[in-house]
């Protein structure tokens, strides 16, 4: 077995693939400190800079001190403390729904909402850019899943209107879908998906983990900003990203979260997530609903639309992006590394992203744009990039 791994690894390193952790010893704002080297990362999530804030960690501190720094159970055992009960009240509130349920992260809240509602005959129908979470519950279901081509509404519509003839009169059918995909920062169009979803009553399931914090009047997402919350059946989010803690939720009709409570495998047998990170998701809640939170928003969209700016006079492909999330198209995998590589000795942390994260000769540089950017970090991008733009890899 080990020499087939060695061989595999070294099949990948041959290729370009090879990934290897880097270690973060400090951090400060929008800089890391990696190798004792300070380097401004543009590929942090954390899009308000919440994850840093005083009254956050504050929150998270006296929390532990009274609870202490793990919950030493499961949820339905002795897991679920006061701030756990308080932290899934204030998601609902903020997501105006009925409940909530927190989970340990956004993959396990995918995982456990569909694999404990789909069942065997019924059908999936999923975006091709879905993230990994979305892709692995659907498969772990064992029903029958039809992916339709990227944002592509008539591929989808056709599928439909096509009842697979494996499934049975009572199946239920799924549109499963990102609302901001995370390798191209494009958005779904959620207006005709829940209109197709009507005409032909499938359920509707949206992730809104890069949405959440960062689109809509009242930082709801995508379903807020374009005005079909009331027509989706199922919302999912994460708290680790404009959130800046860790955890993922769901939220929906009391219903919905009972049944998931009672059937859900990845929430039944895990131990919770410490109090503290429930109380550190209360804070930044509360700080995203105030003048605070606007303003923050105000400077990331502030710093994402000056880049995007600049780089399409360089005439860079941005792909169809509409968030902080920026994508540089180059299509090369070794050519992106190289950039990345160069981009990292100019004191700049923007990793390449290749396959098999994206498909053959769409590798990629990532960037991600935060309220703790300042437009001097902006500059120097763009001025690294320019500065590199017309030059080949060496050999």
Request: glycine fraction near 6%; charge should be positive.
């Amino acid at each position: 077995m080990l020499d087939y791994l060695k061989n595999e690894l070294q099949e990948l390193n041959r290729e370009g693939l090879i990934r290897k952790l880097r270690v973060i010893s400090a951090l400060k704002g929008a800089y890391i400190k990696i190798d004792n080297k300070w380097l401004i990362s543009f590929c942090s999530n954390d899009y308000l800079g919440l994850a840093q804030h005083p009254k956050v960690k504050k929150a998270m501190l006296e929390t532990t001190r009274r609870f202490g720094a793990g919950a030493g159970s499961a949820r339905l055992l002795s897991g679920t403390t006061l701030l756990h009960h308080k932290v899934e009240q204030e998601l609902a509130k903020f997501k105006k729904t009925e409940d909530a349920i927190f989970f340990t992260s956004g993959y396990v809240a995918n995982l456990s909402v569909i694999t404990s509602l789909v069942k065997k005959d019924d059908i999936l129908l999923c975006d091709e850019l879905n993230h990994a979470s979305l892709i692995d519950a659907t498969r772990l279901t064992g029903a029958n899943i039809r992916v339709y081509r990227h944002c592509d509404m008539d591929h989808l519509e056709r599928l439909l209107s096509n009842r697979d003839s494996r499934s049975t009169l009572n199946a239920l059918r799924y549109i499963i879908t990102d609302t901001i995909f995370s390798m191209d920062g494009d958005s779904a169009p959620l207006k005709e998906i829940t209109r197709l979803s009507r005409k032909y009553g499938a359920c509707t399931i949206v992730d809104e983990a890069h949405a959440t914090g960062v689109f809509g009047k009242n930082a709801r997402g995508i379903a807020e900003e374009s005005n079909t919350e009331d027509r989706i059946d199922i919302i999912i989010g994460t708290a680790s990203k404009a959130l800046g803690i860790v955890g993922g939720f769901v939220t929906g009709k009391n219903v919905l979260t009972d049944y998931i409570r009672n059937k859900a495998r990845q929430f039944i047998f895990t131990t919770a997530l410490p109090a503290g990170v429930c109380a550190g998701v209360i804070a930044s809640l509360s700080i995203l609903q105030g003048k605070e939170g606007s303003d923050l928003r105000a400077k990331l969209w502030e710093n994402t639309d000056y880049l995007k700016s600049q780089l399409l006079k360089m005439e860079f492909d941005l792909r169809k992006s509409v968030s902080p999330i920026v994508p540089i198209l180059l299509g090369d995998t070794r050519k992106t590394i190289w950039f990345s590589h160069e981009l990292y000795r100019k004191g700049l942390y923007v990793p390449a992203i290749r396959p098999p994260t994206v498909p053959q000769d769409a590798s990629r540089l990532r960037i991600t744009l935060t309220a703790m950017h300042s437009k001097k970090d902006i500059n120097l991008l763009l001025q690294t990039l320019q500065r590199i733009v017309n030059r080949d890899p060496p050999r």
